[in-house]
Nanobody, 120 residues
Framework: QVQLVESGGGLVQTGDSLRLSCVAS??????IGWFRQAPGKEREFVST????????LYADSVKGRFVISRDNRDNTVYLQMNRLKPEDTAVYYC???????????????WGQGTQVTVSS
């Protein structure tokens, strides 16, 4: 089992920044990723990185605005979100996988999610 706890969401305005955190514990895994789900939509890939941090992938919609990183000291992965847009509004989830995938189905443990709302 892997336990994941997200935090850092909130209500911001267009152009603002937020940093999401995901604290991981339990068994080992190859990668940790961020997905998001807006009301009425499928959960979609945002970003992922392997646990060593050498490989980082981003969705085209967030490339250049979001940065994924980790702090080895406390098993925390961050998603720095800059220049936020109303279309970034969603519940953001972190998940773990034994690969380094963009596909939702490859992630087998999830956190409870944190709400991000961007007002126009």
């Amino acid at each position: 089992q892997v336990q994941l706890v997200e935090s850092g969401g909130g209500l911001v305005q267009t152009g603002d920044s937020l940093r999401l955190s995901c604290v991981a514990s339990g068994r080992t895994f190859a990668s940790i990723g961020w997905f998001r789900q807006a009301p009425g939509k499928e959960r979609e890939f945002v970003s992922t990185m392997n646990w060593r941090g050498a490989i980082k992938l981003y969705a085209d919609s967030v490339k250049g605005r979001f940065v994924i990183s980790r702090d080895n000291r406390d098993n925390t992965v961050y998603l720095q979100m800059n220049r936020l847009k109303p279309e970034d509004t969603a519940v953001y989830y972190c998940g773990t996988s034994q690969d380094i995938p963009r596909a939702l189905g490859a992630y087998n443990f999830w956190g409870q999610g944190t709400q991000v709302t961007v007002s126009s």
